[in-house]
């Protein structure tokens, strides 16, 4: 807190920042942040059943729906969909089943 007042009190005493705005974050946010981050887990599923173009896009969609999934990169070629997501929040049978009630069956391949 004492930088932050510090900080706040060195730019108005150069008269600002030219037009720029500053932002403090506490100790407690930025480990809150960095937590957050932390809890990002990575699975990569096989989806067999993708056989055209727009087989890619409804998977993705559908997983993308689940809660607590950060990203879905489709791999067409390899037939994998690699999600990224909070495991605090959800779960790999949730996200495989998103899958599975759009059409696409999807497993954890390995």
């Not at 809890?39 to 890619?56: I, K």
């Not at 489709?74 to 049978?93: G, H, L």
Request: charged share 15%; hydrophobic share 50%; net charge positive.
């Amino acid at each position: 807190m004492k930088r932050s007042l510090i900080l706040a009190a060195a730019v108005l005493a150069l008269g600002g920042l030219g037009g720029f705005s500053f932002t403090t974050v506490s100790t407690a946010s930025a480990q809150s942040a960095a937590a957050q981050v932390a809890t990002v887990q990575s699975t990569t599923f096989a989806v067999e059943n993708m056989t055209c173009a727009l087989c890619p896009v409804t998977v993705k969609k559908a997983m993308e729906q689940v809660r607590g999934v950060r990203s879905v990169k489709i791999d067409y070629a390899a037939k994998t969909a690699t999600v990224a997501f909070d495991p605090s929040v959800t779960t790999i049978e949730a996200i495989a089943a998103a899958s599975a009630n759009a059409g696409y069956p999807a497993s954890v391949k390995g």
